[in-house]
């Protein structure tokens, strides 16, 4: 991909988060109002409005790297480090929780969860990476 600049990248990236965002909210509370409409809905209708939540999220993580892609060294570097930072955090604590379930001290935790630890871990690096470029410029 070619770089576009920052101001651009970040547009781009807004007018595709925004939209994916704004479907999956809709899926959310549509989903389960569909899905439980009926007595017993089939297993294929399930697993459709699963995948349709899914899939916007899908397009976040899609949007979020082709924005790193579109910037120039610096960003996207920063952009990488703090996915990364999120995905070893969620693993981590998706292999932690997985152990604790395997030697039956923690119950049932939803699969679902990882995705929030994501990135709420991403946020939070990208939060701290511009905190301590603030701080060393200073």
């Keep these: 991909m070619a770089q576009v600049g920052f101001k651009a990248a970040n547009t781009r990236y807004k007018r595709a988060f ?5 479907v999956y909210v809709v899926i959310c509370f549509a989903g389960p109002f569909l899905a ?5 809905p089939s297993v294929l209708v399930r697993i459709g409005i699963a995948l349709l939540n899914g899939l916007p999220i899908a397009g976040v993580f899609w949007v979020m790297f082709r924005a790193a892609e579109e910037t ?9 480090k703090a996915m990364a930072f ?5 693993a981590g604590l998706g292999v932690i929780a997985g152990f604790l379930q395997l030697y039956d001290v923690l119950g049932e935790v939803w ?3 990882v995705g929030p630890a994501f990135f709420f871990a ?3 690096a990208q939060c701290r990476m511009r ?3 603030g ?3 200073a």
């Design 86 to 90: 999120g995905g070893a955090v969620a």
């Design 122 to 124: 991403y946020g939070s």
């Design 72 to 80: 120039d060294e610096f960003i996207s570097r920063q952009q990488y």
């Design 18 to 22: 925004w939209p994916l965002i704004f």
């Design 111 to 113: 699969v679902f969860w």
């Design 135 to 137: 701080r060393s410029a």
């Design 131 to 133: 905190w301590t470029a």
């Design 36 to 40: 439980f409409r009926a007595d017993d």
